[in-house]
Protein backbone atom coordinates (compact mmCIF):
# COMPACT_ATOMS: atom_id res chain seq x y z
CA UNK A 1 0.00 0.00 0.00
CA UNK A 2 1.28 3.39 -1.05
CA UNK A 3 1.54 6.07 1.77
CA UNK A 4 -0.36 8.14 -1.18
CA UNK A 5 -3.69 6.37 -1.41
CA UNK A 6 -5.87 4.13 1.13
CA UNK A 7 -8.18 1.12 1.29
CA UNK A 8 -12.11 1.96 2.57
CA UNK A 9 -14.28 -0.08 2.55
CA UNK A 10 -18.12 -0.01 1.97
CA UNK A 11 -21.66 -1.46 1.94
CA UNK A 12 -22.41 -3.64 -0.84
CA UNK A 13 -25.55 -3.04 -2.47
CA UNK A 14 -26.52 -6.42 -1.49
CA UNK A 15 -26.19 -5.46 2.39
CA UNK A 16 -27.91 -2.00 1.92
CA UNK A 17 -31.35 -3.39 0.37
CA UNK A 18 -31.00 -5.73 3.49
CA UNK A 19 -30.50 -2.79 5.49
CA UNK A 20 -33.68 -1.42 3.50
CA UNK A 21 -35.81 -3.72 3.74
CA UNK A 22 -35.13 -4.62 7.50
CA UNK A 23 -36.28 -1.03 8.16
CA UNK A 24 -39.48 -1.54 6.29
CA UNK A 25 -40.31 -3.86 8.37
CA UNK A 26 -39.40 -2.50 11.85
CA UNK A 27 -41.74 0.17 10.55
CA UNK A 28 -44.35 -1.61 9.71
CA UNK A 29 -44.12 -3.90 12.93
CA UNK A 30 -44.54 -0.40 15.15
CA UNK A 31 -47.21 0.88 12.43
CA UNK A 32 -45.28 3.77 11.21
CA UNK A 33 -44.95 4.94 6.89
CA UNK A 34 -41.78 6.14 6.99
CA UNK A 35 -38.39 6.84 3.91
CA UNK A 36 -35.25 4.90 4.34
CA UNK A 37 -31.95 6.15 2.21
CA UNK A 38 -28.54 3.84 2.75
CA UNK A 39 -25.90 5.33 1.67
CA UNK A 40 -22.25 3.59 1.23
CA UNK A 41 -18.91 4.72 2.92
CA UNK A 42 -18.43 7.91 0.86
CA UNK A 43 -22.23 9.07 1.40
CA UNK A 44 -23.21 7.94 -2.20
CA UNK A 45 -26.85 6.70 -1.77
CA UNK A 46 -26.86 3.07 -2.97
CA UNK A 47 -30.92 2.19 -1.64
CA UNK A 48 -33.53 4.72 -1.46
CA UNK A 49 -37.00 3.69 -0.43
CA UNK A 50 -40.81 4.67 0.90
CA UNK A 51 -43.74 3.49 2.10
CA UNK A 52 -46.75 4.69 0.59
CA UNK A 53 -48.26 7.22 3.14
CA UNK A 54 -45.08 8.51 4.10
CA UNK A 55 -44.78 12.61 4.20
CA UNK A 56 -43.28 13.17 1.55
CA UNK A 57 -40.47 15.95 2.84
CA UNK A 58 -39.42 13.34 4.84
CA UNK A 59 -37.65 11.98 1.19
CA UNK A 60 -35.08 14.64 1.63
CA UNK A 61 -34.57 14.17 5.83
CA UNK A 62 -33.76 10.11 5.10
CA UNK A 63 -31.09 11.09 3.12
CA UNK A 64 -29.26 14.28 4.80
CA UNK A 65 -29.77 12.00 8.36
CA UNK A 66 -27.98 9.38 6.45
CA UNK A 67 -25.16 11.64 4.36
CA UNK A 68 -24.69 13.07 8.26
CA UNK A 69 -24.05 10.03 9.71
CA UNK A 70 -21.64 8.71 7.41
CA UNK A 71 -19.82 12.09 7.37
CA UNK A 72 -18.94 12.43 10.98
CA UNK A 73 -19.34 8.65 11.80
CA UNK A 74 -22.06 9.24 14.52
CA UNK A 75 -25.62 9.20 15.02
CA UNK A 76 -27.26 12.32 14.45
CA UNK A 77 -29.46 12.05 17.68
CA UNK A 78 -26.26 13.06 19.21
CA UNK A 79 -26.29 16.32 17.71
CA UNK A 80 -28.82 17.76 19.89
CA UNK A 81 -26.45 17.79 23.04
CA UNK A 82 -23.23 18.95 21.30
CA UNK A 83 -24.88 21.83 19.62
CA UNK A 84 -26.30 23.03 22.80
CA UNK A 85 -22.82 24.59 23.97
CA UNK A 86 -22.13 25.44 20.54
CA UNK A 87 -24.48 27.66 18.29
CA UNK A 88 -22.08 28.64 16.37
CA UNK A 89 -21.29 25.27 15.18
CA UNK A 90 -25.44 24.69 14.78
CA UNK A 91 -25.79 27.99 12.87
CA UNK A 92 -23.07 26.86 10.70
CA UNK A 93 -23.99 23.18 9.93
CA UNK A 94 -27.99 24.48 9.73
CA UNK A 95 -26.70 25.94 6.82
CA UNK A 96 -25.11 23.28 4.86
CA UNK A 97 -27.65 21.52 2.05
CA UNK A 98 -26.97 17.83 3.01
CA UNK A 99 -26.72 17.97 6.79
CA UNK A 100 -29.48 16.86 9.18
CA UNK A 101 -29.08 17.15 12.83
CA UNK A 102 -32.37 15.42 13.73
CA UNK A 103 -32.11 11.95 15.04
CA UNK A 104 -32.92 9.01 12.80
CA UNK A 105 -29.37 8.52 11.50
CA UNK A 106 -26.61 6.51 12.04
CA UNK A 107 -23.80 5.01 10.93
CA UNK A 108 -22.99 1.11 9.52
CA UNK A 109 -20.03 0.11 11.60
CA UNK A 110 -18.38 -3.22 10.80
CA UNK A 111 -15.03 -4.17 12.55
CA UNK A 112 -14.80 -0.88 13.89
CA UNK A 113 -15.37 0.50 10.67
CA UNK A 114 -17.76 3.12 9.08
CA UNK A 115 -18.54 1.23 5.77
CA UNK A 116 -21.74 3.34 5.25
CA UNK A 117 -25.02 4.94 7.09
CA UNK A 118 -28.64 4.74 7.06
CA UNK A 119 -31.25 7.29 7.84
CA UNK A 120 -35.06 6.80 8.92
CA UNK A 121 -37.13 9.80 8.37
CA UNK A 122 -41.02 10.25 8.18
CA UNK A 123 -42.49 9.41 12.25
CA UNK A 124 -41.55 11.75 15.06
CA UNK A 125 -37.94 11.79 16.10
CA UNK A 126 -38.06 9.31 18.40
CA UNK A 127 -40.20 6.81 16.44
CA UNK A 128 -36.70 7.45 13.78
CA UNK A 129 -34.28 6.49 16.24
CA UNK A 130 -36.18 3.46 17.44
CA UNK A 131 -36.62 2.17 13.63
CA UNK A 132 -32.65 2.35 12.66
CA UNK A 133 -31.85 1.49 16.33
CA UNK A 134 -33.63 -1.90 15.89
CA UNK A 135 -32.23 -1.41 12.16
CA UNK A 136 -28.79 -2.30 12.75
CA UNK A 137 -29.78 -4.73 15.70
CA UNK A 138 -31.55 -7.10 13.43
CA UNK A 139 -29.29 -6.69 10.67
CA UNK A 140 -26.03 -7.72 12.70
CA UNK A 141 -24.61 -4.41 13.08
CA UNK A 142 -23.04 -2.48 16.19
CA UNK A 143 -25.02 -0.17 17.49
Known amino acids: MSDRSHMVESLTLEAAQTL ?76 HPKVAMIGGGAPVLYDGACIGAIGIAGGLEGDDIEVVTETLKRAGYEV
Open 20 to 95: ADTALDVALEKSLKIHVTVVDAAGHVLVYQRMIGAPFPAREFSEKKAYTAVSFKKPTAGWKGRLNDNPHLAAGLSQ
